[in-house]
């Protein structure tokens, strides 16, 4: 390839960066990318696998309309595993330093907006984790293996809160 078509590939891929484009392998949703996982991991494997492989935190739901937009992308989705059972999704939140106090995994800030299909239950008092379980929010085990939802902003800006 010509050395002016290289240039001419890298001047249109930098072009979508600064038009706000997401990078490959992310949905842009407002000011928000959105990688949802094909892959499972732990809750605290996927917190990793979303800073250390995508340079984005595990995702932080703060309003309805965000909620609502991330709801339609899983609710289809099957289990990777388990092909009848609607597939669910590790999000940011979890109450592992204090039981019922809710809060996000990067900010540290207390979760506000919820969409819990029924009060967390903390079955076996082992449900520390936050998962989209289909149209509703659910506690889970933190070391149970399913997919995740990264996030980050559309500008590579920081995320704060």
């Not at 010509?2 to 038009?19: D, M, P, Q, R, T």
């Not at 490959?24 to 605290?44: A, P, Q, R, V």
């Not at 990777?80 to 204090?98: M, R, S």
């Amino acid at each position: 390839m010509e050395l002016n078509n290289k240039v001419f590939l890298l001047v249109l891929a930098s072009f979508g960066l600064v038009c706000g484009e997401c990078l490959n392998g992310f949905l842009k949703h407002d000011d928000m990318c959105y990688h949802i996982s094909h892959d499972t991991e732990t809750w605290i494997d996927a917190l990793v696998t979303c800073d250390k492989l995508y340079g984005a935190q595990l995702v932080e739901i703060e309003t309805a309309k965000e909620n609502d937009y991330l709801v339609n992308k899983t609710s289809g989705l099957r289990d990777i595993l388990y092909l009848c059972q609607t597939a669910k999704f590790w999000v940011g939140g979890n109450d592992l330093q204090v039981e019922g106090q809710w809060k996000w995994a990067t900010s540290n800030e207390d979760v506000q907006f919820t969409a819990w299909g029924h009060h967390p239950s903390n079955s076996n008092r082992n449900e520390n984790c936050m998962e989209i379980a289909g149209l509703t929010w659910n506690d889970n085990q933190c070391d149970r293996s399913q997919r995740y939802i990264c996030e980050k902003p559309l500008n590579g800006n920081q995320i704060i809160g």
